[in-house]
T-cell receptor
């Protein structure tokens, strides 16, 4: 099955609430990356966490990585309507040579004003 | 301003037509990618070029033909496509993996929405 599976598939919250999305993967990784995609647009890189890191912050974003459980989470705090988008995790697998990331199916986040 | 520009943004073509998608990056990257994004499916990697050499061809049908004339430009030539090829085609660029083999963040264009009649 897919390397990089997000959970939940869809999430709807009110503005000001926190949103948590999870990603599970199957193989050893060099790093894990999170991306956002607004409707009709390309993906935008949000944050990269290396396999030897456990937590990383960027503004209202907090990413955790648990390599023993092969999982990562993305937390968006104090959400805004503008955060409405699809969020994807992408894994850089150690076993894969060359330039490739493997993307999950994404979580559709809706933030209601 | 994404630094990666794709044209056209929308394309409608018949199954017997020949067309090309264009991608241009202004970020000084040396790797470029084509992805296919279909509804309710993960992003599918089609082709990877690193230092202008094709390093990955992910079992893509021959009706899709990539071309990378230099590190800033990438094309996807299309001919005799099928209805199931209707999708959003995304181009991305990045720095090639470093010595440690770690893949760097990718920068995406806004895609070409392709519809096959």
């Amino acid at each position: 099955s897919q390397q990089g599976e997000e959970d939940p598939q869809a999430l709807s919250i009110q503005e000001g609430e926190n949103a948590t999305m999870n990603c599970s993967y199957k193989t050893s990784i060099n790093n894990l990356q999170w991306y956002r995609q607004n409707s009709g647009r390309g993906l935008v890189h949000l944050i990269l966490i290396r396999s030897n890191e456990r937590e990383k912050h960027s503004g209202r974003l907090r990413v955790t990585l648990d390599t023993s459980k092969k999982s990562s989470s993305l937390l968006i705090t104090a959400s805004r309507a503008a955060d409405t988008a699809s969020y994807f995790c992408a894994t850089d697998a150690k076993e894969t040579s060359g330039s490739r990331l493997t993307f999950g199916e994404g979580t559709q986040l809706t933030v209601n004003p | 301003e994404t630094g990666v520009t794709q044209t056209p943004r929308h394309l409608v073509m018949g199954m017997t037509n020949k067309k090309s998608l264009k991608c241009e990056q202004h970020l000084g990257h040396n790797a470029m990618y084509w992805y296919k994004q279909s509804a309710k499916k993960p992003l599918e990697l089609m082709f990877v070029y690193s230092l202008e050499e094709r390093v990955e061809n992910n079992s893509v049908p021959s009706r899709f033909s990539p071309e990378c004339p230099n590190s800033s430009h990438l094309f996807l030539h299309l001919h005799t496509l099928q209805p199931e090829d209707s999708a959003l085609y995304l181009c991305a660029s990045s720095q090639s993996p470093g010595q440690a083999g770690s893949n760097q963040p990718q920068h995406f264009g806004d895609g070409t929405r392709l519809s096959i009649l």
